[in-house]
Nanobody
Framework: QVQLVESGGGLVQAGGSLRLSCAAS????????MGWFRQAPGKEREYVAR????????YYADSVKGRFTISRDNAKNTVYLQMNSLKPEDTAVYYC???????????WGQGTQVTVSS
């Protein structure tokens, strides 16, 4: 089993920054990729960003490109999401997810609330 623990959410004014962290523990012998998703009330879940554990290639949703940066610390089995120039529309619960074998995301964190005030 793998456990994911997120931290770093909170309340910030528009234009501000937050850094989310997600630490994986348990059976983390192999990680293919980790990603961040978000879901706002009444909206579908959005795939925000992804990083491959080997090589570090990244993906960003168009809505966050140029403002958010995903990074990883392989030694700590931790993924980060640096969020800059935050907008009210970034308000959501942010979830991290882990894919061990290159298929679907197998494990999910509990979510952390990000609220951006205008």
């Amino acid at each position: 089993q793998v456990q994911l623990v997120e931290s770093g959410g909170g309340l910030v004014q528009a234009g501000g920054s937050l850094r989310l962290s997600c630490a994986a523990s348990g059976r983390t012998v192999s990680i293919s990729r980790m990603g961040w998703f978000r879901q706002a009330p009444g909206k579908e879940r959005e795939y925000v960003a992804r990083i491959r554990w080997s090589g570090g290639s990244t993906y960003y949703a168009d809505s966050v490109k140029g403002r958010f940066t995903i990074s990883r610390d392989n030694a700590k089995n931790t993924v980060y999401l640096q969020m800059n120039s935050l907008k009210p529309e970034d308000t959501a619960v942010y979830y991290c997810a882990l894919d061990r074998q290159g298929g679907a995301y197998d494990y999910w964190g509990q979510g952390t609330q990000v609220t951006v005030s205008s």
